[in-house]
Structure formats: structure tokens, C-alpha cells
């Protein structure tokens, strides 16, 4: 039993950063119907910046994680600005090929300027375990956890109540419409390609003091698809339903099936999900019927 609550609790850590990253995915399909695959190296990039500024130049870690932030609100302006924005009026698998080649162009680029070793963070989180009952966690992970669920919260609020995220909501739902009421789309896609950035790079924040930071991190921007994928692209809720179903599936076929097959199941099992969710259910379990199969 404590072997399963343990890969329980692995499990909704992993969970709630995938429901963060996929939050990203999330809302610039709602407002572009554009799949982004370059959200795993907007991760990767959050990642390698805020540990160069905790371990190179000694900025105390907030001040660093808030420095990487406002660095990836104008990354994803920029990006959105120079590379998405000449696609739009083209087909929309224009503007996903745009993001696929955007996708190797950062990686690349990261490993010229941080090469392909695994970095660690400087200890940041108490290093005493918790022992919650027979289970022994990580404050690393409980943190994360927080943290994760704290800006899961954060962002709902912000999409239901505050006017940019009405807004938003508005040109998501109907661009011609959000035009005729005088919402500007181009400024609305801006600030999704920026908050889109920023919850990738809490994402690599995260894992990246759990497991350390290496290019291989940005695989988890494709692992992040089946979430997206599972809750509905076109859902943040579902997103968040999506981030933590993956995560404790994956966590347990990894501590349960493993074992037997040597290994690799848990690194297969979210696309095993991906594959059954759009045989079975396309539009995933919060997504609107109407999205189309590509």
C-alpha cells in the first residue's frame, strides 16, 4: 500500500506541471487552432535561464524565477510576433509546421549555448523528506505540487473574471465577432503566446529541480500533447483534469508494469492514452464535438 500511495503522490506532482504546460497548449489552440510544438523547448528555455541565474550569477531564486518569467513573456511576444503572426489567413498547417521548425531552431540553439550535460540546481528546497504516514516525499515534490496547484487556481480565476481574460475567452470563441466588438486578436494572440511561455517555463522550473535540466527536458512538451489531447484541446479545465489523470497513469505503469517488461512502458503509456482517446473520444472528455480530426 505505501508503494502506491507512493507512485500516487509522484504521479500528481508529475500531473499537476503537465496540466501547467498543457495549459499552454491549451489556450493558443483555443484562440489560433494552431497545435504548438515548440512548447517543450518554451520549457527547456525557462528552465536553463533561471538556473544560469541561480548557479551562475547568484540571484536569489525568486528574483531569478521572476527574471526568467518577464524573459519569456517577451520571448513569446516575440515569437508570436515574428514567427506566427506573417502565417495568419494561411492554412492552419502553415502555421504548425511554423512551430515545428521553431521547435528545432530553439534546441538547437539551447545546446550551442548550454550544451547536452545534465545541470542540477543549487539545493533551493529543504532537503528533509516528509513522512506522511508510510510514505517518505520529497519537500521538492510537495512544493511543486503546491506551487503547481497554487497557479492552476491562479490562472482559472484570471480566465473567468478578470477583463483580459473575458477578452480572451471572447476572440477563443469567435474571432469575427471579438473584431465587430472592437477586441484587438493580434494583441489578444500576444498575450497567449507570452502566458503560454511562462507556464512552460514554471513547468521547467519545477522538474528541472527535481530531476535536474538537460535538453531531453523538452520532450515533455510532447508528452504534454496526450494531456491536452485526454482533457480537450480546446478545455482548461480539462487540461488540468488531463495533466493529473496522465501523471498518476504514467507513474504507476511505471512502478507496476516496468518491473515486469524492463522498462519503458512509463514512458510509453501517455501516447498508448493519446491513441485511445482519439479512437474512442477525439474531442477528449471536456472538448467541444466540433473540432476535427487532422
Known amino acids: 500500500m505505501d508503494f502506491?500511495?507512493?507512485?500516487?503522490?509522484?504521479?500528481?506532482?508529475?500531473?499537476?506541471?503537465?496540466?501547467?504546460?498543457?495549459?499552454?497548449?491549451?489556450?493558443?489552440?483555443k484562440s489560433s487552432d494552431v497545435i504548438n510544438f515548440a512548447q517543450g523547448e518554451f520549457l527547456l528555455v525557462g528552465a536553463y535561464v533561471s538556473l544560469a541565474l541561480v548557479a551562475g550569477y547568484k540571484v536569489p531564486f525568486l528574483p531569478?524565477?521572476?527574471?526568467?518569467?518577464?524573459?519569456?513573456?517577451?520571448?513569446?511576444?516575440?515569437?508570436?510576433?515574428?514567427?506566427?503572426?506573417?502565417?495568419?489567413?494561411?492554412p492552419v498547417i502553415s502555421m504548425i509546421m511554423a512551430t515545428i521548425g521553431l521547435s528545432s531552431l530553439m534546441r538547437g540553439v539551447i545546446q550551442v549555448i548550454w550544451g547536452t550535460d545534465t545541470r542540477t540546481f543549487p539545493p533551493i528546497f529543504p532537503v528533509e523528506p516528509v513522512h506522511l504516514g508510510g510514505v517518505v516525499v520529497?519537500?521538492?515534490?510537495?512544493?511543486?505540487?503546491?506551487?503547481?496547484?497554487?497557479?492552476?487556481?491562479?490562472?482559472?480565476?484570471?480566465?473567468?473574471?478578470?477583463?483580459?481574460?473575458?477578452?480572451?475567452?471572447?476572440?477563443?470563441?469567435?474571432?469575427?465577432?471579438?473584431?465587430?466588438?472592437?477586441?484587438?486578436?493580434?494583441?489578444?494572440?500576444?498575450?497567449?503566446w507570452a502566458i503560454a511561455a511562462v507556464v512552460a517555463a514554471i513547468g521547467g522550473i519545477?522538474?528541472?529541480?527535481?530531476?535536474?535540466?538537460?535538453?531531453?527536458?523538452?520532450?515533455?512538451?510532447?508528452?504534454?500533447?496526450?494531456?491536452?489531447?485526454l482533457g480537450g484541446l480546446d478545455s482548461v479545465s480539462g487540461a488540468i483534469v488531463g495533466g493529473f489523470a496522465i501523471g498518476l497513469i504514467?507513474?504507476?505503469?511505471?512502478?507496476?508494469?516496468?518491473?515486469?517488461?524492463?522498462?519503458g512502458v512509463k514512458d510509453?503509456?501517455?501516447?498508448?492514452?493519446?491513441?485511445?482517446?482519439?479512437?474512442?473520444?477525439?474531442?477528449?472528455?471536456?472538448?467541444?464535438?466540433?473540432?476535427?480530426?487532422?
Open 138 to 192: 520529497s519537500q521538492v515534490y510537495l512544493w511543486s505540487l503546491g506551487l503547481a496547484l497554487g497557479l492552476l487556481a491562479l490562472f482559472t480565476l484570471f480566465f473567468k473574471y478578470s477583463s483580459t481574460g473575458i477578452v480572451m475567452r471572447a476572440a477563443a470563441d469567435d474571432q469575427t465577432a471579438a473584431l465587430s466588438m472592437g477586441i484587438s486578436v493580434k494583441r489578444v494572440f500576444a498575450i497567449t
Open 4 to 29: 502506491f500511495l507512493q507512485l500516487v503522490v509522484s504521479g500528481l506532482v508529475v500531473g499537476s506541471v503537465y496540466a501547467l504546460v498543457a495549459l499552454g497548449f491549451v489556450l493558443i489552440y
Open 268 to 294: 510509453v503509456t501517455p501516447f498508448v492514452v493519446l491513441v485511445i482517446v482519439l479512437m474512442l473520444r477525439p474531442y477528449g472528455l471536456f472538448g467541444k464535438e466540433i473540432i476535427e480530426r487532422v
Open 64 to 90: 531569478a524565477v521572476l527574471l526568467t518569467l518577464l524573459g519569456c513573456v517577451l520571448l513569446g511576444v516575440v515569437v508570436e510576433r515574428l514567427v506566427l503572426r506573417p502565417f495568419i489567413g494561411e
Open 206 to 229: 519545477l522538474l528541472g529541480n527535481i530531476n535536474g535540466v538537460n535538453p531531453t527536458l523538452a520532450s515533455i512538451g510532447l508528452k504534454v500533447l496526450p494531456v491536452a489531447i
Open 250 to 263: 504514467e507513474s504507476l505503469a511505471g512502478g507496476y508494469l516496468d518491473p515486469i517488461v524492463g522498462g
